[in-house]
């Protein structure tokens, strides 16, 4: 085989001109070097590079992970034009993939404290800009500091139900993930070279520990990776394992039945609240107030009818085992005796696979309708329950009437229903 060495183009350079986008910029006064800008202000051996990527490398698979679970609860809760229905099973869907959303949430905290410690040095370097391209280069990673930071503690202030903004947090939280994950791209590709190495010099390290003899190793050669840095490394390693352990198990029991009694942490206990079951929107919250006899739920179809308390109580019941999923992560098994959504439809002469939309008595609140897709509404599973745990439903559960369906969030679950329109 022939090879061909092309001739290397020359091309002229002119020694001192560079572009306007790399040249220096002058350095600021000295006398601003202060604080964290001071030369040496960083001692810890720790602040290091391998640190910085094997961190990051879990802080990327917990956010991937939150990011993709929190796009599957967005897109259920406003269906974009490809998703024109949702499967009603497994019934444990959205409640797994909610739960796994808030637990990688809060896992990211200690990560993402970790990983800003690693990379303090960087953070704090001087000059703070050196030329055009450098401060653009900050400003993206400024970008993701901030977006990532936002999305943690907007969700974190989210599941505690404290609302000190005035903006509507799942749309800012939803815009402001795209933000993140983008930056983090655009982080990775500008990092790769660097990550690449790291990685590629830590398995030359194991290859020769794996080479040496006994007697070679004790005989003190010193590389630039001491002992002791590795050892330190190892311990502060640990303790973001443990912190992430720790701040998991005390908070995942909200949604994982058996953690229920370590979950001191978690904003939810998931079997306090009436009938055992935690409210979030209370009746007085909803100004809701029992209804009298005159009160009929509406069902508007081809063959539209309506029917009193006792006419639904009259109608065959059926039971359903189902889990209230809210999307602040705590979640709860019940079981529910109703009658089946897809009887109603049936009757006003909905047609195969048709949906509905509920409404509440409810007058005003973000949560007052719900539309029910197709599978939704044909499954058998999909009740309007009368009954909770073998109780007549209490009034903040939803009484007389809620929606309760596998597999959907729970701000869809609509309570104090009132009227089922065919679609
Ligand atoms: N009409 C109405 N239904 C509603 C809500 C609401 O605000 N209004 N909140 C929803 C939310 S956020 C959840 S998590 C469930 C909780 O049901 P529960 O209070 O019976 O546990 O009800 C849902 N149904
Ligand atoms: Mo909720």
Redesign the pocket.
């Known amino acids: 085989m022939v090879r061909v060495r092309t001739k290397a183009v020359r091309v002229p350079t002119v020694t001192g001109v560079r572009s306007p986008l790399t040249r220096p910029l002058p350095p600021p006064t000295a006398a601003l070097r202060r604080g964290p800008f001071r030369e040496g202000a960083f001692r810890s051996p720790l602040h290091d590079r391998e640190l910085t990527v094997r961190i990051g490398r879990w802080l990327g698979i917990a956010f991937a992970t939150c990011f993709v679970t929190g796009l599957i609860s967005h897109y259920l809760q406003n269906p974009p034009f490809w998703l024109s229905s949702v499967p009603s099973r497994p019934i444990w869907g959205y409640r797994v993939s909610q739960g796994i959303h808030v637990a990688t949430g809060i896992a990211c905290v200690p990560l993402l404290l970790a990983k800003l410690w690693t990379v303090a040095p960087k953070l704090w370097s001087w000059p703070p800009v050196r030329s055009v391209v450098h401060a653009l280069e900050r400003l993206s990673v400024l970008a993701l500091v901030a977006a990532a930071n936002f999305e943690v503690v907007s969700g974190l202030v989210n599941i505690v139900q404290w609302y000190p903004w005035s903006f509507f947090f799942p749309r800012v939280h939803y815009y402001v993930a795209w933000v993140a994950i983008g930056s983090i791209a655009l982080h990775l590709a500008v990092k790769a070279p660097m990550i690449a190495e790291v990685l590629r010099t830590r398995q030359s390290h194991v290859d020769e520990q794996r080479s040496r003899t006994p007697n070679a190793q004790s005989d003190g050669l010193s590389t630039s990776d001491g002992q002791a840095d590795r050892l330190n490394r190892r311990g502060l390693l640990i303790a973001v394992g443990a912190a992430v352990a720790t701040v998991t198990v005390v908070t995942v029991g909200q949604t994982l039945r058996p953690l229920a009694p370590l979950a001191v942490l978690a904003p939810r206990k998931p079997d306090v609240?009436p009938q055992e079951?935690?409210?979030?929107?209370?009746a007085v919250?909803?100004d809701i107030r029992p209804v009298g006899p005159d009160y009929r739920l509406v069902v508007d179809g081809a063959r539209p009818f309506s029917l009193s308390l006792a006419e639904l109580r009259a109608l065959p019941q059926h039971e359903a085992e189902l889990p209230?999923?809210?999307?602040?992560g705590?979640s709860?098994n019940a079981r529910w005796r109703g009658v089946r959504l897809r009887d109603l439809l049936d009757r006003a002469g909905a047609a195969d696979g048709a949906s509905a939309r509920l409404t509440?008595?409810?007058k005003n609140?973000?949560?007052?309708q719900?539309v029910v897709d197709g599978p939704h509404a044909a499954d058998e599973l999909t009740l309007l329950a009368l009954e909770?745990n073998g109780e007549p439903l209490?009034l903040?559960?939803?009484s007389p009437v809620?929606?309760i369906a596998p597999n959907r969030?729970?701000?869809?679950?609509?309570?104090?229903?009132s009227r089922v329109d065919v679609l």
């Open positions: 609240g079951l935690p409210v979030n929107r209370t919250g909803a209230i999923t809210c999307v602040e705590w709860a509440s008595l409810e609140g973000l949560y007052r719900s909770l209490d903040d559960h939803g809620r929606l969030p729970g701000v869809l679950q609509t309570k104090w229903v």
